[in-house]
């Protein structure tokens, strides 16, 4: 061992343009200046191939980039996990799936509910298209889906091209007796998609939504769209919940007894309303007469606490992970971040698994997050985070520490630009007492992210530019901060997963033979 390290993880900060549009570049941030003027540096990739997505053309998110830093390896993921499996047909082959449709045939409706976009964070308007085609020929009679739109993912006002690519392809199946429709939806940050147990009144709202049919009713989900616009002028992840009807009547409740697939297939948002579906002692808000539908997940969510208990596409078995091989090492950890980014530096750093790998070497810490629109507290608990790490530094007791400031991704999905320039210079403070209490307690200290996005708050397309709430497509800094040593990175191209072998080296450690290289 030869010095204790932090790793500081910029939440959604790449490189960007250094236009007006790239806020990292916009803020008054001295200390990220001079880390990289002044330290070993380089950008690595984190999204597409090099975090097991299909192509480069996939922006990374939070969970597949804190997979990758934490595994020091690349593993089939999200989109192309279910990609392979409907394209091989496995997932038609599961028991679940089988399940599913033969409680559908017998006369029950099945039901899809998922975020509607080609995104490849949460879904794939792609792989709900597949599911539907593979019903209908496995003769299922009524199926209905619930739609979330995205604008997060996806350009912020493009929720109606893919209701008119969903509503096209239900009228081709709506043959020979069947009933395959949009039956609700609403956008992802008003209703279903919480996350972390931050706010369980979102979940509630789509409850009544999908299940129970309650809420503003309209012909289509292009009415509700296109007038709720029109009231509002709000963009589509803030769309309020809709039910379409027909003759005044809603299309179709989610009724007991029917079948329920969860299309998304990424975790954080999707874990509470599967548990208000899967959970018999569900006490979080009242489910009204439900008794139970056969409900699944595209995938499970979380495999240590069974959410759900049935699902469609086995996970990636992530081994031989960073903390697994610091705890065989004998190595002390500690992890925090706020709730928004808890999960990140410990369930999927830790390759998609609950709880600890040791107890007696591993500390993790939660910082609750405030309930408030992200834009108008701008600084989220970066004070906070950055006082628990200076005081595990001060301690003495660890020999590595790992921190997720989460304002660059959860501040620039708002898309307001002030926010997040306030958000990243609340960031570089954070960053500055760091690097001082490395000195005066003698750390090395590490400074990535997991995917870029407050790089990038505009989009120019057509000739008009226009507000963007996504992630980039951009690489994001790797910096070593040591005044003890002088590191250099090796010449190459790096991705997320080279970070935990460059760790173990820096530490004097051998990595196992499955990793990627080091950086150093």
Same mark, same amino acid.
């Not at 299309?263 to 999707?270: I, K, L, M, S, V």
């Given at each position: 061992?030869?010095?204790?390290?932090?790793?500081?993880?910029?939440? /959604?900060?790449?490189?960007?343009?250094?236009?007006?549009?790239?806020?990292?570049?916009? %803020?008054? +941030?001295?200390?990220?200046?001079? @880390?990289?003027?002044?330290?070993?540096?380089?950008?690595?990739?984190?999204?597409?191939?090099?975090?097991?997505?299909?192509?480069?053309?996939?922006?990374?998110?939070?969970?597949?980039?804190?997979?990758?830093?934490?595994?020091?390896?690349?593993?089939?993921?999200?989109?192309?996990?279910?990609?392979?499996?409907?394209?091989?047909?496995?997932?038609? !082959?599961?028991?679940?799936?089988?399940? @599913?449709?033969?409680?559908?045939?017998?006369?029950?409706? #099945?039901?899809?509910?998922?975020?509607?976009?080609?995104?490849?964070?949460?879904?794939?308007?792609?792989? @709900?298209?597949?599911?539907?085609? $593979?019903?209908?020929? !496995?003769?299922?009679?009524?199926?209905?889906?619930?739609?979330?739109?995205?604008?997060?993912?996806?350009?912020? *006002?493009?929720?109606?091209?893919?209701?008119?690519? @969903?509503?096209?392809?239900?009228?081709?199946?709506? +043959? !020979? /007796?069947?009933?395959?429709?949009?039956?609700?939806?609403?956008?992802?940050?008003?209703?279903?998609?919480?996350?972390?147990?931050?706010?369980?009144?979102?979940?509630?709202?789509?409850?009544?939504?999908?299940?129970?049919? $309650?809420?503003?009713?309209?012909?289509?989900?292009?009415?509700?769209?296109?007038?709720?616009?029109?009231?509002?002028?709000?963009?589509?992840?803030?769309?309020? %919940?809709?039910?379409?009807?027909?003759?005044?009547?809603?299309?179709?409740?989610?009724?007991?007894?029917?079948?329920?697939?969860?299309?998304?297939?990424?975790?954080?948002?999707?874990?509470?309303?599967?548990?208000?579906?899967?959970?018999?002692?569900?006490?979080?808000?009242?489910?009204?007469?439900? +008794?139970?539908?056969?409900?699944?997940?595209?995938?499970?969510?979380?495999?240590?606490?069974?959410?759900?208990?049935? &699902?469609?596409?086995?996970?990636?078995?992530?081994?031989?992970?960073?903390?697994? =091989?610091?705890?065989?090492?004998?190595?002390?950890?500690?992890?925090?971040?706020?709730?928004?980014?808890?999960?990140?530096?410990?369930?999927?750093?830790?390759?998609?698994?609950?709880?600890?790998?040791?107890?007696?070497?591993?500390?993790?810490?939660?910082?609750?997050?405030?309930?408030?629109?992200?834009?108008?507290?701008?600084?989220?608990?970066?004070?906070?985070? *950055?006082?628990?790490?200076?005081?595990?530094?001060?301690?003495?007791?660890?020999?590595?520490?790992?921190?997720?400031?989460?304002?660059?991704? #959860?501040?620039?999905?708002?898309?307001?630009?002030?926010?997040?320039? &306030?958000?990243?210079?609340?960031?570089?403070?954070?960053?500055?007492?760091?690097?001082?209490?490395?000195?005066?307690?003698?750390?090395?200290?590490?400074?990535?992210?997991?995917?870029?996005?407050?790089?990038?708050?505009?989009?120019?397309?057509?000739?008009?530019?226009?507000?963007?709430?996504?992630?980039?497509?951009?690489? =994001?800094?790797?910096?070593?901060?040591?005044?003890?040593?002088?590191?250099?990175?090796?010449?190459?191209?790096? /991705?997320?997963?080279?970070?935990?072998?460059?760790?173990?080296?820096?530490?004097?450690?051998?990595?196992?033979?499955?990793?990627?290289?080091?950086?150093?």
């Amino acid at each position: 061992m030869k010095k204790p390290i932090v790793l500081v993880i910029m939440d /959604g900060v790449g490189k960007g343009d250094g236009g007006s549009g790239d806020a990292v570049a916009v %803020a008054k +941030t001295p200390t990220l200046d001079n @880390l990289l003027a002044t330290c070993p540096h380089t950008y690595v990739k984190a999204h597409g191939a090099a975090v097991g997505l299909p192509s480069d053309d996939d922006m990374g998110n939070s969970e597949v980039g804190h997979n990758a830093l934490g595994c020091g390896q690349v593993y089939s993921q999200g989109a192309k996990l279910v990609g392979e499996s409907i394209e091989n047909g496995t997932l038609y !082959e599961s028991a679940t799936w089988k399940d @599913l449709v033969a409680n559908a045939v017998s006369g029950k409706a #099945m039901h899809f509910l998922g975020l509607l976009s080609d995104g490849n964070v949460h879904s794939n308007i792609a792989h @709900l298209i597949a599911l539907l085609r $593979q019903a209908k020929a !496995e003769g299922v009679k009524k199926a209905y889906c619930h739609i979330l739109l995205d604008g997060r993912d996806v350009p912020a *006002t493009s929720a109606l091209e893919y209701v008119a690519q @969903l509503e096209a392809v239900l009228a081709e199946l709506n +043959t !020979e /007796g069947c009933d395959y429709a949009i039956a609700s939806g609403g956008g992802r940050m008003q209703v279903t998609m919480d996350r972390y147990e931050a706010n369980w009144a979102m979940v509630e709202l789509g409850w009544r939504t999908h299940v129970q049919a $309650q809420g503003r009713m309209f012909a289509s989900a292009a009415e509700a769209i296109e007038t709720y616009r029109a009231e509002t002028g709000v963009i589509d992840q803030d769309l309020p %919940a809709f039910v379409v009807a027909r003759n005044g009547a809603p299309v179709a409740k989610i009724e007991n007894g029917d079948s329920v697939i969860l299309f998304n297939f990424r975790g954080d948002r999707a874990q509470e309303i599967s548990l208000a579906f899967d959970r018999k002692d569900f006490d979080k808000f009242d489910r009204g007469d439900y +008794t139970g539908v056969k409900f699944a997940g595209m995938l499970q969510y979380d495999g240590d606490l069974n959410i759900p208990e049935n &699902y469609l596409v086995q996970p990636p078995v992530i081994k031989n992970t960073l903390t697994e =091989v610091l705890c065989e090492a004998g190595i002390r950890e500690y992890a925090v971040s706020e709730t928004q980014k808890y999960g990140h530096v410990t369930y999927f750093w830790n390759g998609n698994r609950s709880g600890k790998v040791c107890e007696e070497l591993e500390t993790y810490e939660e910082i609750p997050s405030d309930v408030i629109p992200f834009e108008q507290a701008p600084a989220m608990k970066s004070k906070e985070i *950055t006082e628990k790490v200076v005081e595990a530094m001060a301690s003495g007791k660890y020999e590595f520490i790992r921190c997720n400031y989460p304002n660059g991704d #959860m501040v620039g999905h708002t898309g307001v630009m002030d926010a997040v320039v &306030y958000a990243m210079e609340c960031v570089d403070g954070g960053l500055k007492a760091v690097i001082e209490a490395a000195d005066k307690y003698g750390y090395t200290v590490l400074v990535t992210a997991d995917h870029g996005n407050a790089d990038q708050m505009t989009e120019t397309k057509k000739g008009k530019t226009s507000v963007r709430t996504a992630h980039s497509l951009n690489p =994001v800094p790797f910096i070593i901060y040591d005044k003890d040593t002088a590191w250099q990175i090796k010449d190459g191209a790096y /991705g997320l997963a080279n970070v935990a072998p460059t760790i173990v080296k820096m530490m004097g450690l051998n990595a196992p033979a499955c990793w990627e290289e080091s950086m150093v």
